[in-house]
């Protein structure tokens, strides 16, 4: 059975001057001295900053040419395709911070999982978010149950996300705003499921306290993020 419950809430490599963040591009040493609920917390702090439109000065043509040779990210975030989600700027994250996976209605797949074993077990990075967000398109088609060229292969991984909500909402209306909202938070869980079940590079690598792997929800009406209770 699936519940999920919502919660509110410097990184070494985040230095404050005169109230003023500035995030250098990160370094091996950095990224290996960072851990998972350090990482959580500074998407948090910068998803805080992009809420109250105090978002951090950076250098962007000095940072191309630091991250030119190498990357060592934070976290592996795999987000929907919608372009009302520029998920850098939402954790307030700057070039060599995040891997971004999108894909429309951030659903797992095998290219997606071998792209986050990449990001964790190769790359170094220390979390793994699955961001979820209201309003999201796909999860609509997903309850319409569209049907049409390869849209339905990812209609049928969100499906499974409505078969949950629809044996537990007491309206599984599709205009229902609830309903609505109650698949999207089951197909976060579902995504967090599948990669759970199907990696064990990320299984065992969370097991070893090496990295987390967590879920969370984008209010597109508001720009806060919010941490899936617990994490």
Known sequence: MLTVTLSCSKSPCEESKDNLIVETVLTADEQSRLTPDQVIQSLREGNARFCSNDLTARD???????????????????????????????????????????????????????????????????????LGHENCGAIKAGIDNVRTGNITSLVLKIRRAVDHAMATETDPAPENQDFIRAVCLANVQISLNDIHGNSPILKALEKQNKIKIVGALYDINTGRVKFLEGQ
């Open 60 to 130: 962007h043509s000095k940072q191309v040419r630091e991250a030119a040779r190498s990357q060592f990210p934070k976290a592996v975030i795999v987000s929907c395709l919608d372009s009302r989600i520029p998920v850098e700027d939402i954790f307030d994250k700057g070039i060599g911070d995040v891997f971004v996976a999108r894909v429309a209605g951030n659903v797992i797949n095998e290219d997606i999982l071998g792209s986050l074993e990449y990001g964790c077990a190769v790359a170094g990075a220390k979390v793994v978010v699955v």
